[in-house]
């Protein structure tokens, strides 16, 4: 069974700091990582992939992966009250099919 | 900005009775998924399909479930005889041939089961 956890918060931040989103698998054969943002009732918003070791930044965004430790991250930089969502951590293993964590809410406050 | 389209947002239905979701990919995607997602839980893989036929299914995906392309454009789930149980947001994703991992989501068909 292939797992993907991730600590489902709260995680509060003050707007302006760096929220960090961590998400360890199961699988040491996954391939592919993604972050998803979904808003309250609304559906998943891909918004960074990553599928080699170390980081990728985009924008105020950057992925981080650990291979070794099977660990992922996601940092938001500049938080801002209207990146309060829930993550969703999400890996492929050998399929084009990804196994979705339960999501952890961030909630950033002015 | 091409998006995935999906209808109706939301279905009341009877439990016992057939139900059709809809959903309409991005035009040059060749990859089409559906999920759900029970309120408060995880996203939930059903079924992909390629090519017009089903490339991965989950254990969910029963016999109660099947999934159609009948046109160029529409990619359909048909729930027959619905149960409580299957009340759900359901999903319609779909991704492109040169980023096939990378999948774009509809916004959803909030089904309830009554």
């Known amino acids: 069974q292939k797992e993907v956890e991730q600590n489902s918060g709260p995680l509060s931040v003050p707007e302006g700091a760096i929220a960090s989103l961590n998400c360890t698998y199961s699988d040491r054969g996954s391939q592919s990582f993604f972050w998803y943002r979904q808003y309250s009732g609304k559906s998943p918003e891909l918004i960074m992939s990553i599928y080699s070791n170390g980081d990728k930044e985009d924008g105020r965004f950057t992925a981080q992966l650990n291979k070794a430790s099977q660990y992922v991250s996601l940092l938001i930089r500049d938080s801002q009250p209207s990146d309060s969502a829930t993550y969703l951590c999400?890996?492929?293993?050998?399929?084009?099919?990804?196994?979705f964590g339960r999501g952890t809410s961030l909630i950033v406050h002015p | 900005e091409p998006e995935v389209t999906q209808t109706p947002s939301h279905q009341v239905t009877q439990m016992g009775q057939e139900v059709i979701l809809r959903c309409v990919p991005i035009s040059n995607h060749l990859y089409f998924y559906w999920y759900r997602q029970i309120l408060g839980q995880k996203v939930e893989f059903l079924v992909s399909?390629?090519?017009?036929?089903?490339?991965?299914k989950s254990e969910i995906f029963d016999d109660q479930f099947s999934v159609e392309r009948p046109d160029g454009s529409n990619f359909t789930l048909k729930i027959r005889s619905t149960k409580l149980e299957d009340s759900a947001m359901y999903f319609c994703?779909?991704?492109?041939?040169?980023?096939?991992?990378?999948?774009?989501f509809g916004p959803g068909t909030r089904l309830t089961v009554t």
């Open positions: 999400a890996v492929n293993g050998g399929s084009y099919i990804p196994t």
């Open positions: 994703a779909s991704s492109g041939q040169g980023a096939v991992n990378e999948q774009y």
């Open positions: 399909f390629y090519n017009n036929e089903i490339s991965e």
